[in-house]
C-alpha cells in the first residue's frame, strides 16, 4: 500500500507546476531577440556564423558557431572584443532542437574587474530556420541560464564559411 501511495505522490508531484522544462518544446518568440545578460538589457544588433571556429573549438564538420552581438560587428571583423554576447554551436540545417548537456548556449559578460563569465543556458530552445552556405541566415534563440541572463528571438545571422 505504502508503494501504490508513494507512486502515485510522485506522479502528481510531478505533473503539477510548470517548469522551465514543460516549455522547451514551445515555439520560440518570432520577435527580434531581446532580453538580459547580466541583469541589464541586452537586444541581438548583429550576429555571425563561423564553421571553422565550430571545429577550432571542438565541434564537428557540419556546424557552425554562432556568437551574437549588442553591437555591430561581422564577419571582417578580425578579433570581435564585445563586453557581451550569446554563444552557440549548432548543427547548419533546418532544424530545432532543445538545449541539454550536449547542445546549450552560453551568455558571456565581462564584469566589473573585466573577468570573463559565461552562464551555461541547459535550458532552451534553438530553431535553424534557414542555413544556408553563404549571405545571411536566421535562426531563433531561447536561452535561459538563471534569472539575470535570459534571452529569446530571432536574429539574422551573416555566414562568415
Same mark, same amino acid.
Given at each position: /500500500?505504502?508503494?501504490?501511495?508513494?507512486?502515485?505522490?510522485?506522479?502528481?508531484?510531478?505533473?503539477?507546476? #510548470?517548469? !522551465?522544462? /514543460? /516549455? /522547451?518544446?514551445?515555439?520560440?518568440?518570432?520577435? !527580434?531577440?531581446?532580453?538580459?545578460?547580466?541583469?541589464?538589457?541586452?537586444?541581438?544588433?548583429?550576429?555571425?556564423? #563561423?564553421?571553422?571556429?565550430?571545429?577550432?573549438?571542438?565541434?564537428?564538420?557540419? *556546424?557552425?558557431?554562432?556568437?551574437?552581438?549588442?553591437?555591430?560587428?561581422?564577419?571582417?571583423?578580425?578579433? !570581435?572584443?564585445?563586453?557581451?554576447?550569446?554563444?552557440?554551436?549548432?548543427?547548419?540545417?533546418?532544424? #530545432?532542437?532543445?538545449?541539454?548537456?550536449?547542445?546549450?548556449?552560453?551568455?558571456?559578460?565581462?564584469?566589473?574587474?573585466?573577468? #570573463?563569465?559565461?552562464?551555461?543556458?541547459?535550458?532552451?530552445?534553438? *530553431?535553424?530556420?534557414?542555413? !544556408?552556405?553563404?549571405?545571411?541566415?536566421?535562426?531563433?534563440?531561447?536561452?535561459?541560464?538563471?534569472?539575470?541572463?535570459?534571452? *529569446?528571438? *530571432?536574429?539574422?545571422?551573416?555566414?562568415?564559411?
Amino acid at each position: /500500500m505504502r508503494r501504490i501511495l508513494f507512486a502515485a505522490a510522485a506522479v502528481a508531484a510531478l505533473s503539477c507546476g #510548470s517548469s !522551465p522544462q /514543460m /516549455m /522547451m518544446d514551445v515555439p520560440v518568440k518570432q520577435q !527580434p531577440l531581446t532580453g538580459k545578460i547580466n541583469g541589464t538589457t541586452f537586444t541581438a544588433v548583429s550576429a555571425t556564423a #563561423s564553421g571553422q571556429k565550430a571545429i577550432d573549438t571542438g565541434g564537428t564538420a557540419g *556546424e557552425k558557431w554562432v556568437d551574437i552581438y549588442d553591437s555591430q560587428i561581422d564577419c571582417s571583423t578580425a578579433f !570581435p572584443d564585445p563586453t557581451r554576447k550569446v554563444i552557440l554551436t549548432v548543427p547548419w540545417q533546418v532544424t #530545432s532542437y532543445d538545449f541539454g548537456f550536449s547542445h546549450n548556449a552560453t551568455l558571456f559578460y565581462l564584469d566589473d574587474a573585466g573577468v #570573463s563569465q559565461n552562464i551555461a543556458a541547459l535550458v532552451g530552445r534553438a *530553431e535553424i530556420i534557414t542555413a !544556408p552556405d553563404a549571405g545571411t541566415a536566421t535562426i531563433r534563440v531561447r536561452a535561459d541560464g538563471n534569472a539575470d541572463n535570459t534571452v *529569446e528571438g *530571432e536574429v539574422q545571422v551573416q555566414v562568415c564559411d
